[in-house]
């Protein structure tokens, strides 16, 4: 049984795997799956995941045969959290934990083992981003879940333990502390001059354009300000809207053009890196829909993360997010 | 130029290295360097380095010739800050940023290059402590510090960049995010409970005993119950004391003890692992005297921290505390 515990002292929820804990013989690097033939994602294998949740573009097939796919959502094999668990708080004495509830979903990307969001056409981006949000707008329904986290993981170093094209869904009882404090500093800044602060660093940097990397109708795609990591990079919402899934479908092209774009300028600057994605959108039922302001986060893996930075939560980095943003402009 | 910036949504700051920026092909792997004779900070070598701030067990020396010593404190040759910067804040539209003014300095172990603290005799691990605190009093004198972070790299994968056993130390002219974190939270508890937070857990530990990896007559170790990392372990003065630099003399045996044994546990249970730590002490001038609690983490190197964790501050623990202190504990 997966078991939520938050830390006393910074009131920091984290995910202990209490069922299967890894002992010290435990971290062994096992390579990912490079055969189609073994990779339980590829078509063709579709019997080696749990049942379906839901797919995109499916064609019709004779009886039995499972019919092609474009994009394919299934639970999580080996999920962090279980829809089945009682998300019941207890105390510990001093501590808190919660059964380990929530939802663990995959998205795969494509039936293609080898094509990345930057290599897709992008009415298939759009197919992704639109299943992102419909499995939000579906997992908001169920009234125990408090917030959602739509991320990716590509390559190893990145830690994506599957080759194979895909993206996760969680949905937690909780609201993790990144996103409380993202919460606070918007809502502070919002209390003080009505406005959204990421609506203001938008016109900041429309009119500044040292730190933008690109922009289209809809969407502008920046390197912030006090970046924590060497090419990390935003997608914004040029519209003020809090949450990702209330983001209108009119506005899915220009997030997939956005988002192939960013992607592909990465992976030429940077020599195809690893990277993770996330969305950061409004935690549900949450009331800050005037000052939070739903983005994507893009991290290129370049750099060791020393415990120093996680410990102190002090980052160096050694790129200046100028002169990232001036080489992510150029690729094209 | 190095800078400090803030984060306008989080209120995080960041080190920016403007002044050698790392541009795309700059991320490439350089070995650490494993020969004496290029090494740095291998005796014989002490030209190469910076002037020496001050070192422990000098011996005597002709004139010209530098005198053997055990442990040797100097400024980092690329610092990430330095004390010639001004502090002055300045606002950039809707941003923050302070000139990259603070310490950045190097405390060489001892003079074996292959000899970690955990070979090392006892007396000589009491001489890195007392280098430790020395450098704290003295750098606290500068009323522009807020705050003073030790710690350590140990392994590549951890980010150390040369093999040579070293500490480093860092003041800054601000506070940390997770500094402000942890002491908001036992602040909170104080208010309560009129408690401090940390000794609460050291006594709930002390009955219940499920954590604890090691204990001395004034130190204990232990996996603290929310762990973001496998083996994560924490060194804890079972005495009430907010700052290490208060850590009276008599302590630094005990303390020296408590950390070779917990490094050598380490060493032994996960095969020499890379890992860090750092001492979380109260910040200079910091009223929470009888909230805060000094302490040591230890993170060992062991999962690919994915931008997930580092996005959303939302960690998942393959291997929960308990059975992390059961395997430690049983090292000899």
Chains 1, 2 share one sequence.
């Not at 380990?100 to 094509?115: L, T």
């Not at 992008?122 to 917030?147: G, N, Q, W």
């Not at 969305?279 to 800050?288: F, N, R």
Request: a negative charge; aromatic letters at 8%.
């Amino acid at each position: 049984m997966p078991q939520l515990r938050k830390d006393p002292i910074t009131s920091r929820w984290i995910i202990v795997n209490v069922e299967n804990p890894k002992a010290a013989n435990d971290f062994i690097h096992e390579p990912l799956s490079r055969s189609s033939k073994t990779c339980p994602f590829c078509p063709g294998n579709e019997h080696m995941t749990p049942p379906e949740i839901v797919a995109y573009g499916r064609k019709p097939a004779p009886k039995g045969v499972v019919g092609p796919w474009q994009v394919r959502v299934i639970p999580n094999k080996f999920p962090a959290l279980r829809i089945e668990e009682n998300p019941e708080k207890k105390a510990l004495g001093v501590y808190d934990k919660i059964g380990g509830f929530g939802a663990h979903e995959v998205i795969i990307e494509g039936p293609d083992h080898e094509k990345e969001i930057s290599d897709l056409p992008l009415d298939h981006v759009e197919m992704i981003l639109t299943a992102y949000r419909d499995r939000c707008v579906d997992l908001k329904k169920d009234p125990r879940f408090k917030s959602i986290l739509i991320f990716k993981n590509y390559g190893e170093a990145a830690g994506a333990s599957l080759e194979h094209p895909h993206s996760q869904l969680i949905a937690l009882p909780i609201v993790p502390s990144r996103v409380t404090g993202e919460m606070k500093g918007a809502s502070r800044h919002h209390e003080y001059t009505e406005r959204c602060l990421f609506c203001d660093i938008l016109a900041q940097e429309a009119t500044d354009n040292k730190l933008l990397i690109y922009e289209n109708h809809d969407f502008m795609v920046l390197s912030p300000f006090a970046s924590r990591f060497p090419f990390e990079t935003w997608i914004l919402p040029r519209r003020h809207e809090a949450g990702f899934d209330s983001m209108p479908a009119t506005e899915i092209p220009a997030l997939a053009l956005a988002l192939k774009t960013t992607l592909a300028k990465i992976k030429k600057a940077l020599n195809n890196p690893p990277y993770n994605f996330m969305i950061h959108t409004l935690p549900i039922g949450g009331k800050e829909t005037e000052s939070f302001h739903w983005h994507i986060e893009i991290i290129p893996n370049l750099t060791q993360v020393a415990g120093f930075e996680l410990g102190t939560g002090f980052y160096v980095n050694p790129t200046p997010p100028e002169v990232a943003a001036s080489i992510l402009k150029l690729q094209e």
